[in-house]
């Protein structure tokens, strides 16, 4: 295995990471197996997370995929039991399922008159359940993997939940306002279960990724032909570093908020990773 450079060492820990099949969370594993922990990779498509279980296999890890819907408690505790069956009592819990949907989603960044009948989808054409789906997906797959995992660890000193906030949370995005309400919550949900878990072992800590490109939001920032949409050109814009971010680049955030050694003081935090993005006012 590849040893991290922070040498944050998991050695005899069990990390669960969900929402596992995806890119970003994919990759988190990745990282927590390389610093020795042993890895759930939790995802509603098990195919996906097998396929990624298998590359940290492949470079000699321990990682084990699991089907799992974060929204489904009953499934949620279910799988967490199998995985201290079959691994050990989770120590590190990294709720990354989440995501945005269409239907969550309006047309036009700005509304104008005569958008009410026109062949837009604007801000009054949004359905309830598009916008449930997309708040429930992202705040209550959060809490109920919380549920299901910190039972196993209330009362064990240095044990980690890392939530994944976003930039969203401190300014809304044009576009996709329950995205951006859901982000905000977990925010404020990190602060508040670090309250919560104070006094029992358990730190509680978030990262606010900026902007990443990924294959999941390719369309949205690049043509077909390769060259940026108008939305690239207002990211980078507002970008102080003036680029998108590396996956990489969250390694070292994660590696420091799950060590107990360099930031065993530190909870409630939500640490951004966004080349300036959150700091900058645009003039």
């Given at each position: ?153 209330v009362g064990r000193d240095g044990c980690n939940i890392l939530n994944i906030s976003s930039m969203n949370a401190y300014t809304p995005l044009t576009k996709i306002p329950a ?105």
């Amino acid at each position: 295995m590849k040893q991290n450079d922070l040498n944050t060492d998991l050695t005899g820990k069990v990390a669960v990471v969900t929402g596992a099949g995806g890119v970003l969370c994919s990759y988190f594993a990745k990282v927590l197996a390389r610093a020795g922990a042993k890895v759930a990779l939790l995802d509603i498509n098990e195919q996906a997370a097998q396929g990624y279980a298998d590359e940290i296999v492949a470079e000699g890890g321990v990682a084990k995929a699991y089907g799992c819907n974060v929204l489904d408690k009953s499934v949620c505790y279910a799988v967490a039991d199998k995985i201290a069956a079959e691994l050990g009592n989770c120590d590190i819990l990294i709720n990354g399922a989440g995501g945005n949907n269409p239907r969550a989603t309006t047309d036009k960044e700005y509304f104008e008159l005569g958008d009410i009948d026109a062949d837009t989808k604007s801000f009054f054409d949004l359905e309830s359940e598009g916008v449930g789906f997309v708040f429930n997906l992202n705040f209550l797959g959060t809490l109920i993997p919380t549920q299901a995992f910190a039972r196993q660890m209330v009362g064990r000193d240095g044990c980690n939940i890392l939530n994944i906030s976003s930039m969203n949370a401190y300014t809304p995005l044009t576009k996709i306002p329950a995205y951006s309400g859901a982000k905000a919550a977990i925010s404020n949900f990190t602060q508040w279960l670090a309250v919560h878990f104070s006094k029992v072992g358990i730190r509680v800590n978030a990262i606010a990724p900026g902007f990443f490109s990924t294959q999941q939001n390719a369309k949205l920032l690049f043509n077909e032909d390769g060259t940026p949409t108008p939305r690239t050109g207002k990211i980078l814009a507002a970008t102080p570093m003036g680029r998108f971010g590396e996956s990489e680049e969250l390694e070292g955030g994660l590696l420091f908020l799950v060590n107990n050694e360099a930031a065993g003081f530190i909870t409630g935090v939500v640490l951004p990773i966004d080349g300036g993005f959150s700091a900058y006012s645009g003039v």
